[in-house]
């Protein structure tokens, strides 16, 4: 099967890859980037646990074509971290223990991630909705929203 050359902008490095048409954006970015922080759950776009922002948007990768992506600019849970520093919501999810697991944390940070790029103020409501298209088995939900509750009064201070 023919390759095909895309360009992507991933955490602010570039890269130019050729992939097979039917290779998924998450496939490419764990295998090509070994960049594995986000995850394949479902594969049917049902979890969240592959979320990725990829020009602004929250998209379920693993239902993403990587050459759909050529040329986006794309954020992986690896790019939040900066100098060093966990990002306020990576931060707030291990200090309010919405990690349990950690299986879901990368989608659900990624979520999160996007609702406060939108919204940096969201109420609780805001917040579930927010989050409504990521599973996890382990916390119940309730710490998950506090710690992005948290995170969104720390990146308003």
């Known amino acids: 099967m023919s390759k095909h050359p ?20 998450l496939d490419v970015v764990r295998e090509e980037l070994r960049l594995t922080g986000s995850k394949e759950g479902c594969g049917t776009g049902d979890c969240g646990a592959c979320s990725m ?3 602004g948007r929250l998209v379920t990768s693993c239902l993403m074509l990587a050459v759909e992506a050529d040329g986006s600019d794309i954020q992986t849970i690896e790019g939040l971290a900066c100098d060093g520093r966990l990002h306020p919501l990576q931060q ?17 940070i990624m979520a999160a991630k996007a609702l406060l790029d939108s919204d940096p103020h969201p109420s609780f409501e805001e917040v579930q909705r927010g ?6 088995r382990c916390t119940g939900y309730t710490k998950i929203i ?12």
């Open 131 to 136: 989050l409504a298209g990521n599973l996890c």
């Open 53 to 55: 922002i990829v020009d």
């Open 92 to 108: 707030a999810f291990i200090d309010y223990g919405a990690v349990q697991c950690g299986f879901c944390t990368p989608g659900m």
């Open 6 to 25: 895309i360009r992507l902008t991933v955490n602010g490095g570039q890269y130019e890859l050729a992939v097979e048409p039917h290779r998924t954006l």
């Open 146 to 157: 506090e710690a992005v509750m948290v995170a969104a009064r720390q990146e308003a201070l």
